[in-house]
């Protein structure tokens, strides 16, 4: 089931990666190059939860998918994430905290799958709540500015990300003690 619509759609989040890095290389004013970024994270990061409805509702679900999914969320996090510390919109340490996370937690996954143990780090609330501050921290921060007039969009993204990265070592906690039973295990 590689090509079916939720893969697809999937697939356009991988893409919408240098589409959106490309926007602030464009010959265009700084607000509009914010806002357009912006549309364009908030449309791709909405395909995450179209596209395992879709699959659901469709009976298209794949191992491929299941695979894909998580792989393109955080291609497209991480590469948001470059992007404001480049254009100094988030910090540096930030941006460290929640890309070393993902590739810790990643690895840790992989290697739980492969001793059969992958149930001990299956997704928790504390990793969707987190996943949730994120997509709402990075368009604020690619916007940059005021909206409608009242919402300080810099202020409260920074606010917001800083929510993210202590969620995001909360959740690697959680994931790491869910799986140290069988690394203690493996150890011996």
Known sequence: MFWTLPTI???????????????FYLPLAEPMRNLIATVMFIVFAATDWLDGYLARKLNQTSSFGAFLDPVADKFLVCASLLVLVHLQRADVFVALIIIGREIAISALREW???????????VHMVGKVKT???????????????????????WWGHILIWISAVLTVWSMVYYLQKALPEIRARAK
């Open 9 to 23: 759609m999937t697939w356009t989040r991988i893409v919408a990666i240098p589409l959106i890095v490309g926007v």
């Open 112 to 122: 739980m799958a492969q001793i059969g143990a992958s149930k001990s780090v299956a």
């Open 132 to 154: 949730v501050v994120q997509m709402v921290a990075i368009p604020f921060l690619l916007y940059n500015g005021v909206l409608f007039g009242v919402i300080n969009t810099q």
